[in-house]
């Protein structure tokens, strides 16, 4: 249980679980679920056990609702947590994953933007190759060709007379790309996405809303975290502040 309030004139104003609720949208029981969860500190109590909040919850409360966005709810409130029990380097080495991912997933966006340009196009009337054609043209051994296909990112179909793997003008086109990501230092589970992406939209051309959509949610997921970290920056200041008559 936590401590019995005290009064104090700096911290503005006391909460009952129902003001704080309402301020951010949300249900009584949902501030319950965020003080017993870590992402906000523990409430002081009233001489009959009533929880009651101040404006330090509040803000724990703002910080947390605006990193969940870009860095995701569960790390948000690993984040709130490691603050809560002042850890705060672990904090800020979660935010720092946090943007090396996103940094990742714009090196990503770019190497298959550059993959893409490179791209040679496949005239459909030379499509039709086999194992050995195809990977002397892409510089790889036919082991490699069938590992990819294990993978799913090529999908050869099986001649019916020979059983001979036959690779089509999307199928090269295919394999083209993936060998261009390889090249790249990126991991086959990285590259099937984007390849079952190729296949579905019929091609290269109509993956440019794809990518524009991938960049926009890059940048929002940018502008996310810089919210974020603004509203985790005020809590970690309120939270410095002397005498702030909460637990934490």
């Known amino acids: 249980m936590g401590r019995t309030v005290r009064e104090n004139p700096q911290d503005g104003g006391r909460l009952r679980p129902v003001d704080l609720a309402r301020r951010h949208g949300l249900s009584t029981q949902a501030i319950r679920n965020y003080e017993a969860a870590g992402v906000l500190p523990e409430a002081a109590r009233t001489p009959h056990g009533y929880r009651t909040y101040t404006p330090l919850h509040a803000s724990a409360l703002n910080a947390f609702l605006a990193l969940v966005p870009g860095h995701g709810h569960a790390t948000a409130t690993s984040i709130m947590r490691a603050v809560n029990r002042e850890a705060t380097a672990e904090a800020l080495q979660l935010i720092d994953e946090s943007h090396a991912q996103l940094l990742d997933d ?8 550059a993959a893409l340009r490179d791209l040679e196009p496949v005239p459909p009337e030379r499509g039709d190759t086999f194992v050995g054609p195809l990977s002397r043209r892409l ?54 996405p984007l390849i079952a992406q190729v296949r579905s939209a019929g091609g290269v051309a109509p993956l440019e809303s794809t990518l524009r959509d991938w960049h926009a949610r890059l940048a929002a997921g940018g502008r996310a975290m810089l919210t974020g970290a603004a509203a985790l920056d005020a809590y970690l200041d309120r939270r410095s502040a002397p005498a702030d008559g909460a637990a934490g």
């Open 139 to 192: 510089g790889i051994r036919p082991a490699t060709l069938r590992k990819w296909e294990r993978a799913g990112v090529v999908q050869p179909r099986r001649d019916p007379r020979t059983g001979y793997r036959v690779y089509r003008a999307a199928d090269v086109r295919d394999a083209l790309l993936v060998h261009q990501l390889r090249r790249g230092g990126h991991l086959l589970e990285q590259i099937a």
């Open 106 to 113: 714009r090196r990503t966006l770019q190497a298959v933007e």
